[in-house]
């Protein structure tokens, strides 16, 4: 039986497993996710995210993210943060800007070095989209949600009460208005004017936080006007700094990367 070296790592508390698919070939991503993500039995996480070496000429390196069920992600703005501390401080690459090809398409990666170390990452998230008839059907919609597609597609609900994530994020990721699922916001404006957000992540349930629901939350406070151009987006498990750019109409997130532990598994 072979092993399989993994790192396990964290962006706000959204952990994942991380392979190096240049070095070490994972045959059924799905069933490894499924197995591995298990918080009793398996590593624990929120899935599984694989690294690879980008075959076009528009990147540098390749991420796929398949959930704790297995489906396969498009997108998630917490991962992409930990492969650029990954990169780096392996020693993969020297390079403080990496070009990351996603389901979602190619992300920029700017890292923010101190003492040599990754401390933050800035990830240009493009723009986002509030219309998707693939995603969101608009007529089969309730409630005063807002819906915003950075990639993978988001319905952000202003409340009082975040703390329904529970039992209304897992009805709403598979109401008929979301033909693939869908994360589900919850969210409140602070009296600092900061945004605190719960996250119901289509595919995993509740996480400590959500990159991409960051950024659909911003941009969804500043479509409402609940907020200004920059946001700082308080989740469960951390901060992250949400800039929804009006030069060029993109969304940037800053926010933390982290260790946790390394390992071998069993395939």
């Known amino acids: 039986m072979s092993k399989i070296p993994f790192t396990k790592m964290h962006g706000c508390g959204n952990d994942y497993i991380y392979v190096n698919t240049m070095q070490y070939d994972i045959p059924d991503p799905v069933a490894a996710s499924i197995k591995w993500s298990n918080r009793y039995k398996g590593i624990g996480s929120d899935g ?12 540098d390196y390749t991420m796929r993210i398949f959930n704790a069920d297995g ?6 703005g917490n991962a992409s943060r930990c492969i650029g501390k990954y990169l780096y401080e392996r020693g993969l690459t020297d ?5 990351l090809l996603t389901l979602s398409g190619v992300k920029i990666l700017n890292l923010h070095i101190k003492d040599n170390k990754v401390e933050s990452v800035t990830v240009d998230m493009l723009e986002p989209v509030l219309e998707n008839e693939e995603q969101f059907v608009a007529a089969r919609a309730q409630g005063h949600g807002t819906f915003v597609s950075m990639g993978n597609p988001h319905y952000v ?3 009082d009460n975040v703390d329904q994530v529970g039992e209304t994020g897992r009805v709403l990721e598979h109401h008929p208005a979301f ?8 969210a409140h404006i602070e009296a600092n004017g900061s945004i605190r ?6 595919g995993s349930g509740i996480t400590q936080a959500c990159g ?13 006007g609940k907020a200004g151009r920059t946001s700082q987006i308080v989740m469960d498990g951390g901060t992250l700094t949400i800039e929804w750019r009006e030069s060029d109409n993109h969304v940037y997130m800053t ?12 395939l």
Do not use: Y
């Open 179 to 186: 033909p693939q699922r869908c994360n589900i916001e919850f």
């Open 197 to 202: 957000t719960r996250v119901w992540e289509r």
């Open 255 to 266: 926010g933390p990367a982290e260790f946790v532990f390394d390992g071998e598994i069993a």
């Open 95 to 99: 390079k403080t800007e990496i070009r």
């Open 71 to 76: 489906s396969e992600a498009m997108m998630c």
């Open 48 to 59: 599984l995210v694989l690294i690879g070496k980008s075959t076009v000429p528009e990147a």
């Open 212 to 224: 991409t629901g960051a950024c659909a939350t911003a941009v969804a406070a500043v479509l409402t």
């Open 157 to 159: 609900i202003f409340t």
